[in-house]
């Protein structure tokens, strides 16, 4: 299956979305923290990011994980980087 690609933000909102429509999430009212996704080699699915520590998640790391692999399946990081600098119009070097 080809993946689309995200960005990390869309990839942490995604993830984000997943976990709080969670039936036990939900009846908890737990706040779970989605760190930002980093960029690895590929792993044997294609899939070339992962998340790790996720906050207030004790309890609820089977959902954690689904929503995670979940998104994992559909959608890849952005590895398109831009240069900070560029956002203050300075030359780069």
Known sequence: MLRKTRTASQLQ??????????????????????????????????????MKNFGNAIGFDRTVDEALKAVQKEYNL???TKDLNSLFGDPKG
């Open 13 to 50: 909102d995604e993830v984000r979305r997943r976990i709080e429509r969670a039936p036990e999430v939900i009846e908890d009212g737990v706040k779970i923290r989605v760190p930002r996704p980093q960029l690895q080699e590929p792993d044997a699915s294609g899939c070339n990011w992962t």
């Open 78 to 80: 952005s590895e398109d």
